[in-house]
């Protein structure tokens, strides 16, 4: 089994590919759900994050996260940034690990990560076989993002610079989904990128090096033990 990473810029329309390629039966590892996940109320993470900002970025009446009243307060703040992502991305990637392994074992060729800061982090870049970016016209971009999340221009526009630019993305991907047409058009890449994944070979190769990894590893300790073995009975 090998992994594609689904990334792009703030709303360009990751969610849209993504709902394709579920559609056609291939997992998706939404690396934002899972995010939302680790901070539900009780959680260890949500616990991390009251004792570090506060009940401010809190909904008073469910104890929930009140997602944008923490990204205001870290949007200008890199060290607040730098704690937030401390608290949540060592459960966030080992709840990806193990969702990978899961994968593997019910016999997926592949699996997507949607993974939207997969550049800026690069935590799990050099574990992609294939990249796919999600860009779109800067102009629709920002009128996305300020529809969506009910921003201002200036605003909207702070939230796209903090971002890497699109055109570094798609120059260090092996596939890029124009998403400023229609959805049909967006399906139809889609799609076409599906097909030559599913016919890739790579997964074998990946499958035969783990077991043969795993055969020898066996190997060694079986003739260990029976040395051993054989070692306290001639005592």
């Given at each position: 089994m090998f992994l594609v990473a689904l990334t792009g810029g703030i709303a360009t329309g990751k969610s849209t590919v993504s709902a394709v390629f579920r559609q056609n039966g291939v997992p998706v590892i939404d690396a934002d759900a899972i995010a939302r996940l680790v901070v539900?109320?009780?959680?260890p993470a949500w616990h991390k994050i009251k004792a570090a900002f506060?009940?401010?970025v809190f909904h008073p009446d469910s104890g929930e996260l009140n997602r944008e009243a923490l990204g205001k307060l870290i949007f200008d703040?890199?060290?607040?940034r730098r704690i937030l992502n401390e608290i949540t991305h060592p459960t966030i990637h080992r709840i990806i690990y193990k969702e990978v392994v899961k994968f593997f074992f019910l016999g997926h060729n592949f699996v997507v990560l949607d993974l939207p800061l997969l550049f800026e982090t690069g935590v799990m870049l050099n574990l992609m076989h294939?990249?796919?970016?999600?860009?779109?016209?800067?102009?629709?971009?920002?009128?996305?993002?300020?529809d969506r999340n009910h921003l201002?221009?200036?605003d909207a526009k702070k939230r796209i610079k903090q971002q890497m630019p699109l055109e570094q993305k798609c120059n260090q991907s092996h596939f890029v989904v124009e998403n400023s047409g229609t959805f049909?058009?967006?399906?139809?890449?889609?799609?076409?990128i599906l097909n030559v994944l599913q016919d890739s070979n790579q997964h074998w190769k990946i499958r035969g090096v783990i077991f043969a990894t795993a055969a020898i590893v066996f190997s060694s300790i079986a003739w260990v033990l029976n040395h051993k073995y054989k070692f306290l009975s001639s005592n």
């Open positions: 539900e109320p009780g959680k506060g009940d401010g703040d890199v060290e607040k294939k990249i796919i970016t999600v860009t779109c016209e800067e102009d629709i971009q920002l009128t996305r993002l300020m201002s221009e200036a049909q058009d967006t399906e139809d890449q889609a799609m076409k």
